[in-house]
Each structure stands twice: as structure tokens, then as C-alpha cells.
């Protein structure tokens, strides 16, 4: 379920009361006239179904109320109400399957914004790498990789591609090229000091290395590997599990990839640094494209089910 405390102008309330009365999945609803201050009108309280979510929301949008009034949701843990339970069976589909897609578009544009907390984790699991890379430690590898925070502009520019939002698509572009270009730069000059001060050694990378050297010979099972957790990862944010997003982040090797690169460039062994590229573009390639193909397929199954208004009007709506 679903909470949403909505500010209304007073002069709206009772449109937006009928709007939740007769919208299936609805319950709970409280009014509290004039208990809005900034802005200025009436609180209206609701519960709804997941499934119901997305068109409800769609609606009030329609209506202008995120410019005129406030729209905020909160999920609900815990709901002990025969109401609520009647509410979730009117609504089609599962709750499991429903995408809200505000929601979506919002959690992905704030992980997709090139700041300097994201920049810091990227540069920081790129240089974790490094060292599994030299030291063949698979341990460290999949430190990195759970570290790595680039799925966030991945899951964005899918979401950008299906909901053809330019804006969002950029931003994202723009946090998976700079931040990688920043951390395999800063990766660089770790590993030409980690060599100087003699913790790191040209031999090491040029060793059998029989943990780590899947990262340098990329092949069709990388791909295969990045298109199964580009749809978990998709999946796991859609579903609200976040939980998920640790077992894809430690499925693909975009961030070894990129340590080895840059190890690999501060020797000058080009060849190596070469297909540890092509490993990370394969891998990019493989997410993006599975992500985008999976909320495209969502989105056309869940267009079928009718989350509009379709209960009978029982009357004028009414708040005190």
C-alpha cells in the first residue's frame, strides 16, 4: 500500500475527493480543512494500492495539483485494515508487478546526478579494483564491484529511453562518461604511486593472474551475464528490492574493467588496457540494453490493466 498526503487549494478539494472516492484501490481518506499553510488550502489523506499508483498519481498530475498544491507518497510496511486488504483486491494486477513511474524517474534522477559523493564512490571501488587486479584477489574484485555505484545513470538512461525524457537521458550520459574518465584518471596516478613506493609491479599484471584475468578477455558470456543483470537490476528497482541491486552490482565487471584499464595504461600495456575497454563497453551495452527492453516490456503489460476511476459515484463528495 500506499500513503499520499496531498495539499489542495480549497477551491479543488472537492474535485480531488471525488477523484479519490471513485478511483479503485482507494481507502482511508481523510480531509483536513485549512490545515495547509504554505501552500495555502486543505490536507487530504489517502491510502492507496500499489497498483492503483501510477494512474491515481498520472490524474492528479493531470489536474495541475503538483503545481497548485503538493503531491507526496510514502510506502506502507505495515497495514492492518480490512479496507485496505478489500482495497488491493479491487485493484487489477499485483502490487509486486506495478511501476510507478513518478517514482522511478525521481529515484533514478538522483542517482544519476554527477556529484561529488558519486564521483568519490566510483574513483574510491576503481581503486579497490586496482589492487584486487594486481594482487589476482578475487575478494577485492567483488569488493569493488558492490561499491560501484553506476548502475544509478544506467537505470536512468534506460528509464530516459522509455519515457523519452532528453534531459534525464544527458544527465545520465553524462555521469557514466565523466565518472568513469575521472576515476580510471585518478586510478592512473594511484597505481604509478602505489608502483613508486614498490607495493605495486609490472610483473604482477603481466602474470597468469587465473582469478582476475576474465576482466582483460571479455567473450559473449560477459554480455549474456550484463543483459541477465541489467533485467534483475531494472526489476529490483521497478519492485521496490533494492535488495537485488547488490547481487547485480557484483555480476558485472564494469568497475575491474575499468581499474584494470587504467593499471594497465599507467605500464603502457596498451593491448591489455584495449580489452579491458572493450569488457566495460560490452558490459555498458549488455545492462542498457536489457534495462530499457525490460521497462518497455513493462510498460506495455501494465497498460492493459484500467486503473481509472470505476467505482460508482455515491454521490457529491462532501469535507468537513
Known sequence: MLHLRLMVPADRTDEVVELLETTVGTTHLAVLSGAARDPQGDVVLCDVAREAGDGLLARLRAMDLDKTGSIAIEHIDLSLSLRADRAEDEAPGEGADAVLWES?????????????????FLTLATMIAACGVVLDNAILIVGAMAVGPEFGPLAGFCTALVRRAPRLAWRSLTALLVGFAVAMAVTVGFSLFMDAVGLFHI????????????????????FVVAVLAGIAGVLSLTSAKSGALVGVAISVT???????AAVALGYGELGQAWHSMEQLVLNLAGIVIAGTLTLAAQKLLWARHDTGPTRHDTGPARHT
Open 104 to 120: 522511478l524517474s525521481d529515484a533514478t534522477h538522483e542517482e544519476s546526478t554527477l556529484s561529488v559523493t558519486y564521483l568519490a
Open 203 to 222: 610483473t604482477a599484471l603481466e602474470a597468469a593472474r587465473p582469478n582476475t584475468n576474465f576482466i582483460y578477455r571479455p567473450d559473449w558470456f560477459s
Open 254 to 260: 564494469t568497475v575491474p574493467a575499468a581499474a584494470n
